[in-house]
């Protein structure tokens, strides 16, 4: 929804390019950029393109951990970071521009979602209010107002959580897309996911509407927003999402096979799934909604489901010991 599609004079080619820059979210300069990388290389399902990027701050023990970040996300999604301005600035900034060439079927415009689809959500909701949370620790006026939903150990964990979630690429759903016929898509960022949910909705061919009955928030965050009063309307899907997961549109048949294979597909550096080269990333989807009859518009209803998304470290000790193969979770569109 905020990249460019380039029809090019030759050999049916387009040109696709994204950009975008972040001040600090997190206290790691590493994990940072590697989050800004995931959401910056989340727009592609085929990781042929040049990256440049631009990085600005002081101190040269901090900017080395933020050009390796910048370098290994790139690593990852199966391409290279060239080129690059780096210059004083009073604030630290970090960003890039991602830029692909490709074939009509490789990518998926967003604006083919029918009456029947269902919409399924690849990362959980709440690392606006996790980060928040973080910094709270040490501001007792904003930690007292929530310490009795949550422990400092817990805060911690949703901490790790968020910046885990930030720093993985949408890179497995992307390619999922196109092998279960995915109808439209689109990132869940800075306005939320309602906000982004009507984005899409405006943009569709057919007269449809986006439902929103499942909510997946990072474990005890709901409890947080609550707490304080309603922080960055969470429960309303208005808080902001940075490098959040893809909302896509599926035909209803194929939304569980879709999230099963999110959790054991491997993925190779073309994009091809099932080939090797890189595996699944266990990534957890959920199906949140449905697509019915409408005027191009989205909403949450009155008391969606709140489903509380675990911290990986508390999945992976419960699992220990288990040959058990999990299903999709069972959720409820009505």
């Not at 790691?28 to 990388?37: A, I, K």
């Not at 929530?146 to 949703?158: D, W």
């Not at 906000?195 to 965050?221: E, T, W, Y």
């Not at 959040?244 to 569980?256: H, S, V, W, Y």
């Amino acid at each position: 929804m905020d990249s460019c599609v380039i029809p090019l004079r030759h050999g049916g080619l387009s040109l696709i390019q994204t950009t975008d820059f972040f001040y600090p979210l997190v206290e790691d300069p590493y994990m940072m950029v590697t989050g800004l990388s995931a959401f910056i290389f989340s727009h592609f399902c085929f990781p042929f393109f040049v990256l440049r990027k631009y990085v600005f701050y002081e101190r040269d023990q901090v900017m080395p951990l933020m050009m390796k970040g910048f370098r290994d996300a790139a690593e990852e999604a199966g391409t290279s970071v060239t080129g690059g301005q780096t210059v004083i600035n009073p604030w630290i900034i970090i960003g890039g521009v991602a830029s692909v060439v490709c074939q009509p079927n490789d990518f998926i415009m967003p604006d083919s979602a029918v009456p029947g689809d269902v919409l399924v959500l690849t990362k959980p909701l709440g690392t606006q209010v996790a980060v928040n949370a973080h910094q709270w620790l040490d501001i007792p006026e904003k930690w007292n107002k929530i310490k009795l939903v949550i422990s400092r150990e817990e805060v911690e964990q949703a901490y790790q959580e968020a910046m885990l979630s930030m720093a993985t690429l949408n890179r497995t759903a992307a390619a999922l897309m196109h092998k279960f016929n995915a109808h439209a898509a689109t990132d869940i960022t800075g306005f939320g996911i309602i906000g982004h949910a009507r984005n899409l909705a405006q943009q569709q061919k057919n007269d449809v509407a986006f439902v929103i009955h499942n909510l997946p928030i990072i474990s005890k965050m709901a409890a947080i927003s609550k707490a304080g009063g309603n922080l960055f309307g969470l429960l309303q899907g208005t808080s902001s999402e940075t490098s959040g997961g893809l909302l896509i549109c599926l035909p209803r048949e194929q939304a569980a096979r879709f999230c099963a294979e999110m959790k054991s597909s491997r993925v190779g550096f073309s994009g091809a799934v099932g080939q090797d080269g890189g595996a699944g990333d266990g990534q957890q989807a959920w199906i949140i909604g449905i697509v019915e009859k409408g005027n191009r518009c989205a909403r949450i209803i009155d008391k969606p489901r709140i489903i509380e998304v675990p911290y990986r470290g508390s999945v992976v000790s419960a699992q220990e010991g288990s040959n058990n193969n999990a299903s999709p979770p069972e959720v409820q569109l009505t």
